[in-house]
């Protein structure tokens, strides 16, 4: 005769069986349930209803990312207002007045600053083969050449960058074509140096 363990345990292996091939929850069996089951007695602790029930069940989680979304856009500064539109049109010159405009423009700059050198020891001028430097500090060093293919005067600044000027008739000045200004206007404003008219 099999023992009462050995007997509640035998019965119940088909149970186990039964859930676990139909991946159902299980529902455990109390002691007080088996003892009732075993001797036949129909009492009121002996209802299913009055047993706590365990469920061994999985949970599955998503682990799907929660999408967020952002704005891509992004703060620029502000954009420059664009410069004023100007009639400046370069005069055409034949090589010879080129060279007589361009060198009377620069005889009366190297005149102006050798006087600015007398007046201020930090300054120095050079003027060699169409090239005048000028050591201006603290500023920094300013070159001005004449570019005769192109009818032009180049002025590299330490402080508005490299420009390019036309001679323009109706002014009578070596005029910026980007923006209207003109070379004189941007020697008196960087440098200081204000250049006589003729």
Known sequence: MRSPNLTSLTDRLPLFRKHILSNQPYQSVSPIARRCHHNHINLPQ?????????????SLTSTQPTSRHFST?????RAAPPSPPHNATPTPLATD?????????????????EELQEEREDVDVEYSAGVLTLAFPPAGTYVLNKQPPNRQIWLSSPVSGPKRYDWVEGEGEWVYLRDGSTLSELLEEEVGVRLEEG
Request: proline share 9%; charged share 20%; aromatic share 8%.
């Open 73 to 77: 856009t992004t703060l620029r500064p």
């Open 46 to 58: 002996c209802s299913p209803a009055s047993e706590p029930h365990i469920h061994f069940r999985t």
């Open 97 to 113: 007045t080129y060279h007589k405009l361009s060198d009377a423009y620069i005889e009366n700059l190297v005149a102006r600053l």
